[in-house]
């Protein structure tokens, strides 16, 4: 199985889910600017890797939003409350301008510090464009053929100025949100390829082969010394320092103390004395805590809630046992879920996959409003597309859903296309490729029928896969169906394709790559377009959104029409937030995981 950058974003999606629930946890503090914040991690979910070029066995909300970005703030930084927004006033550097048609962005650094004193210039922006041509693979934000490194022609920078020019035009947006905001700008101090060797990664000509040699030997280094958790609280970290937070204890179990980095150059400073990442193994230890008033935000599962959310977007009524101390908290994380569907299988089942209409007639049949309603006690969305809930209108317009829950329509359409009901069975009994007929490749008397795999070990996931194949079975499909632990069914989903409907149940994360763009799922060749989809109007409507200046409308609307994945119900992450804490952004869970503990006080 290969293992890329979007396998990493698809297993960072399930701590998503897990650790945006698990937004900070406060214990009770004295009156005044002063106090400790304590926040739960999600169970195993303990953040591991300090060195903010992650590889892609590290790359995960926990160690990127929730760990590293407290201490170092990327080139440009998004989100802030529940919005998934640019925020300017929060980013190392002016926003970036294009010019000569898009092929040329400007980057200048507005002069803040890293801990030891050193200005945070053009020269740590190209210590990590240097390092990320060395090796883009080392890097899990690496999408091979597209954007940086690989289309980019030249880059230098000089004092507070970066130039980076492009091979092509680049959509503005696209290259601001997937790529400038993955950028780390790191200190001198870490360029070195030992202990005691200082090398020259960061001074290097970008490209250039001595500067490759060069940044290979302090990568090498410098990850193998992120991975050393017993370096973290280190002069050699804490020195690179320019987010508002300092590390200053961290054990082996993944529980961390942050105090207040006096160095912060940035808007918000913290308003309490430490902040507190405590690790859990399980749900049920967090859930302890909460019913013992040790924590001030923690998650529940949507099971312990006694009744569901009356409407979408509402809140219903807490936990009876926390109701007295807590109240709740939902929002929906910035991904989309869906089912992979395999388009490789050379048998008549993937065969009928390839076929559009019955594509329509499986997604007619997933009842996710009901699944929403009945699964996750109302909190939840629905995905009509790949787009997010609640994307802004500067990316996309609403996309009205093609396909929702209507059996009738599903019947008709297999009726009209030959199929026929024999002892329950939908049947072809028209086959060919002509109008109202079966299709390419489907025989005469062939049963419809698909294996489906899906990750077991969550009751969610169980609930809704089970209801959908309830569902199709009463269509008249044959269903045959398995389940296996996570890592193995993404490794079913992406590696030999031994189904026809494959679900983790978590989809896809616009994280840390916030344009939710389609090249890495639906392009042919695409590093995580795990079902081999492939259409050219498809290919045609994203490189327009990536190379062009169109919105993402038109793909959007394409692949909600023509189904390259099963669209499935989406569960919302949901807090638990103390009556007395205060929050000047409010305590709506952020859809990208971020934890902003500056912005908290008691």
């Given at each position: 199985?290969?293992?890329?950058?979007?396998?990493?974003?698809?297993?960072?999606?399930?701590?998503?889910?897990?650790?945006?629930?698990?937004?900070?946890?406060?214990?009770?503090?004295?009156?005044?600017?002063?106090?400790?914040?304590?926040?739960?991690?999600?169970?195993?979910?303990?953040?591991?890797?300090?060195?903010?070029?992650?590889?892609?066995?590290?790359s995960s909300v926990n160690n990127i939003n929730q760990f590293q970005m407290l201490m170092y703030r990327p080139l440009y930084w998004?989100?802030?409350?529940?919005?998934?927004?640019?925020?300017?006033?929060?980013?190392?550097?002016?926003?970036?301008?294009?010019?000569?048609?898009?092929?040329?962005?400007?980057?200048?650094?507005?002069?803040?510090?890293?801990?030891?004193?050193?200005?945070?210039?053009?020269?740590?922006?190209?210590?990590?464009?240097?390092?990320?041509?060395?090796?883009?693979?080392?890097?899990?934000?690496?999408?091979?053929?597209?954007?940086?490194?690989?289309?980019?022609?030249?880059?230098?920078?000089?004092?507070?100025?970066?130039?980076?020019?492009?091979?092509?035009?680049?959509?503005?947006?696209?290259?601001?949100?997937?790529?400038?905001?993955?950028?780390?700008?790191?200190?001198?101090?870490?360029?070195?390829?030992?202990?005691?060797?200082?090398?020259?990664?960061?001074?290097?000509?970008?490209?250039?082969?001595?500067?490759?040699?060069?940044?290979?030997?302090?990568?090498?280094?410098?990850?193998?010394?992120?991975?050393?958790?017993?370096?973290?609280?280190?002069?050699?970290?804490?020195?690179?320092?320019?987010?508002?937070?300092?590390?200053?204890?961290?054990?082996?179990?993944?529980?961390?103390?942050?105090?207040?980095?006096?160095?912060?150059?940035?808007?918000?400073?913290?308003?309490?004395?430490?902040?507190?990442?405590?690790?859990?193994?399980?749900?049920?230890?967090?859930?302890?805590?909460?019913?013992?008033?040790?924590?001030?935000?923690?998650?529940?599962?949507?099971?312990?809630?006694?009744?569901?959310?009356?409407?979408?977007?509402?809140?219903?009524?807490?936990?009876?046992?926390?109701?007295?101390?807590?109240?709740?908290?939902?929002?929906?994380?910035?991904?989309?879920?869906?089912?992979?569907?395999?388009?490789t299988s050379s048998d008549a089942n993937g065969a009928a996959i390839d076929q559009l209409y019955i594509r329509q007639a499986l997604?007619?049949?997933?009842?996710?409003?009901?699944?929403?309603?009945?699964?996750?006690?109302?909190?939840?969305?629905?995905?009509?597309?790949?787009?997010?809930?609640?994307?802004?209108?500067?990316?996309?317009?609403?996309?009205?859903?093609?396909?929702?829950?209507?059996?009738?329509?599903?019947?008709?359409?297999?009726?009209?296309?030959?199929?026929?009901?024999?002892?329950?069975?939908?049947?072809?009994?028209?086959?060919?490729?002509?109008?109202?007929?079966?299709?390419?490749?489907?025989?005469?008397?062939?049963?419809?029928?698909?294996?489906?795999?899906?990750?077991?070990?969550?009751?969610?996931?169980?609930?809704?896969?089970?209801?959908?194949?309830?569902?199709?079975?009463?269509?008249?499909?044959?269903?045959?169906?398995?389940?296996?632990?996570?890592?193995?069914?993404?490794?079913?989903?992406?590696?030999?394709?031994?189904?026809?409907?494959?679900?983790?149940?978590?989809?896809?994360?616009?994280?840390?790559?916030?344009?939710?763009?389609?090249?890495?799922?639906?392009?042919?060749?695409?590093?995580?377009?795990?079902?081999?989809?492939?259409?050219?109007?498809?290919?045609?409507?994203?490189?327009?959104?990536?190379?062009?200046?169109?919105?993402?409308?038109?793909?959007?609307?394409?692949?909600?029409?023509?189904?390259?994945?099963?669209?499935?119900?989406?569960?919302?992450?949901?807090?638990?937030?103390?009556?007395?804490?205060?929050?000047?952004?409010?305590?709506?869970?952020?859809?990208?995981?971020?934890?902003m503990p500056e912005y908290m006080h008691y």
């Amino acid at each position: 199985m290969k293992v890329g950058h979007s396998l990493r974003l698809a297993l960072a999606a399930v701590v998503v889910s897990s650790v945006a629930l698990a937004y900070p946890a406060f214990a009770t503090v004295p009156s005044g600017g002063s106090g400790t914040i304590v926040f739960a991690e999600a169970p195993g979910a303990n953040p591991n890797f300090i060195f903010p070029y992650l590889g892609c066995a590290y790359s995960s909300v926990n160690n990127i939003n929730q760990f590293q970005m407290l201490m170092y703030r990327p080139l440009y930084w998004f989100g802030l409350g529940a919005s998934t927004a640019f925020v300017p006033s929060l980013s190392l550097a002016d926003r970036p301008t294009f010019s000569h048609g898009d092929r040329t962005v400007t980057v200048t650094m507005k002069g803040w510090r890293f801990a030891d004193g050193q200005v945070v210039n053009a020269r740590s922006v190209m210590f990590f464009l240097n390092m990320y041509k060395a090796d883009p693979t080392a890097y899990c934000g690496y999408n091979a053929g597209y954007g940086i490194p690989d289309q980019v022609k030249s880059a230098s920078g000089h004092a507070d100025t970066v130039r980076i020019n492009f091979t092509t035009s680049v959509n503005p947006n696209w290259m601001l949100d997937n790529y400038l905001s993955q950028i780390t700008p790191m200190p001198d101090r870490w360029d070195r390829s030992s202990g005691s060797q200082v090398s020259n990664c960061a001074t290097g000509t970008f490209g250039a082969a001595a500067t490759d040699t060069a940044c290979n030997a302090v990568m090498a280094y410098l990850t193998k010394k992120g991975a050393t958790t017993s370096s973290f609280t280190g002069a050699f970290w804490q020195g690179g320092d320019d987010g508002p937070w300092r590390l200053t204890s961290f054990d082996a179990t993944g529980d961390a103390t942050f105090e207040p980095n006096a160095k912060y150059h940035g808007p918000q400073r913290a308003q309490v004395r430490f902040v507190k990442e405590v690790a859990y193994t399980t749900v049920q230890g967090e859930e302890s805590d909460l019913l013992n008033n040790n924590l001030s935000i923690g998650y529940v599962d949507t099971s312990v809630l006694s009744s569901a959310a009356p409407a979408p977007g509402k809140l219903g009524p807490n936990w009876i046992a926390l109701a007295a101390h807590y109240r709740i908290e939902s929002g929906s994380p910035w991904s989309f879920n869906y089912a992979a569907l395999n388009f490789t299988s050379s048998d008549a089942n993937g065969a009928a996959i390839d076929q559009l209409y019955i594509r329509q007639a499986l997604q007619y049949t997933v009842d996710q409003r009901n699944i929403i309603e009945t699964v996750d006690k109302g909190y939840g969305s629905t995905i009509d597309s790949p787009l997010p809930p609640n994307t802004p209108l500067l990316i996309a317009k609403p996309i009205i859903n093609p396909y929702p829950f209507n059996y009738a329509a599903a019947r008709t359409l297999l009726s009209a296309h030959g199929w026929t009901l024999v002892n329950d069975v939908q049947t072809c009994t028209d086959p060919g490729t002509g109008t109202g007929q079966c299709g390419a490749n489907i025989a005469q008397g062939y049963q419809l029928g698909f294996n489906v795999v899906w990750a077991a070990g969550s009751s969610t996931l169980d609930s809704t896969m089970s209801d959908e194949v309830t569902n199709w079975e009463s269509l008249g499909v044959l269903i045959t169906h398995t389940t296996d632990t996570f890592n193995n069914v993404v490794s079913d989903c992406t590696g030999p394709k031994a189904f026809e409907i494959c679900a983790w149940g978590y989809g896809w994360s616009y994280v840390p790559a916030d344009y939710p763009s389609g090249e890495s799922l639906f392009l042919a060749g695409g590093d995580f377009n795990v079902g081999t989809y492939a259409n050219p109007e498809m290919t045609t409507l994203i490189k327009k959104s990536i190379y062009g200046t169109s919105t993402l409308s038109a793909y959007a609307n394409f692949a909600a029409q023509q189904l390259p994945v099963l669209y499935q119900p989406q569960t919302n992450s949901i807090v638990e937030v103390a009556r007395t804490l205060r929050s000047s952004i409010g305590f709506d869970p952020n859809p990208l995981g971020d934890f902003m503990p500056e912005y908290m006080h008691y």
